[in-house]
C-alpha cells in the first residue's frame, strides 16, 4: 500500500507529533502561509486573542510534506484533528503539492483557513500583527515563542518569510 501525505507550514514543521517515515521540503501552489487565525486557545484567549499561521488563498508556500505509513494514517488524523481543529477554523482538504528534492507530485492532507469562520482574521496590518503576537498567550504557550519558533525553523530550511521576519525584527529578535 501507498505511503500517504501530509502537508505542514507552521508548528507541524518543527512539532509534528506524529510518526513519519520521511519528510521533505515542498510546495503547494494557490495557497500562502499567514498569520490570519485568531487564536483563542493554543496561542491566545478570546478576551487577548494571538495569531497563528493558516493557509490563505493565492500565491504558494513552501514548507514540508511528511509520508506516513498507511497503517498509522487513521491515528495520524485523529490526532490532526484534535490539534487542529479545536474550533473548526480550518478546513480539512486534499491538494497537490510537489517535492522540491525530486519534483513528484503527491496528494496531500492540508489544512487551510476557513475565509467564513469567526477566528479568521484575515490580512492585518503590521502594526496588528504584533499587537496580536505580543498579546498572545494560550494553552500551548506565548505567541512570540510561536513565531519565534516557527521563523528559525523556516531559516534552519532556507526559506524566506518576510512578514515573520518583520515581526520579529520589531520583537528585538
Known amino acids: 500500500m501507498q505511503q500517504r501525505w501530509i502537508f505542514g507550514y507552521g508548528s507541524l514543521m518543527w512539532n509534528p507529533g506524529f510518526d ?12 500562502h502561509r499567514s498569520l490570519c487565525i485568531y487564536s483563542l486557545h493554543h496561542r491566545g484567549t478570546e478576551e487577548r486573542p494571538g495569531l497563528v499561521l493558516g493557509l ?3 500565491g504558494s508556500c513552501i514548507g514540508v510534506a511528511f509520508a506516513v505509513e498507511p497503517a498509522k494514517w487513521d491515528t495520524t488524523v485523529a490526532y490532526l484533528r484534535q490539534r487542529e481543529q479545536v474550533s473548526m477554523v480550518y478546513l480539512e482538504t486534499s491538494h497537490g503539492v510537489e517535492l522540491l528534492e525530486t519534483g513528484q507530485k503527491v496528494q496531500a492532507l492540508v489544512y487551510v483557513a476557513d475565509r467564513n469562520h469567526a477566528q479568521y482574521a484575515g490580512k492585518l496590518g503590521h502594526e496588528a500583527l504584533i499587537k496580536h503576537v505580543v498579546q498572545g498567550e ?3 504557550g506565548r505567541c512570540t515563542d510561536y513565531v519565534k519558533n516557527t521563523l528559525a525553523h523556516l531559516k534552519d530550511m532556507n526559506i524566506q518569510d518576510k512578514i ?3 515581526i520579529a525584527r520589531d520583537l528585538g529578535n
Open 20 to 31: 513519519y517515515v520521511t519528510l521533505g521540503k515542498a510546495r503547494i501552489r494557490g495557497f
Open 56 to 58: 490563505d488563498r493565492g
Open 138 to 140: 494560550g494553552q500551548m
Open 164 to 166: 515573520l521576519e518583520g
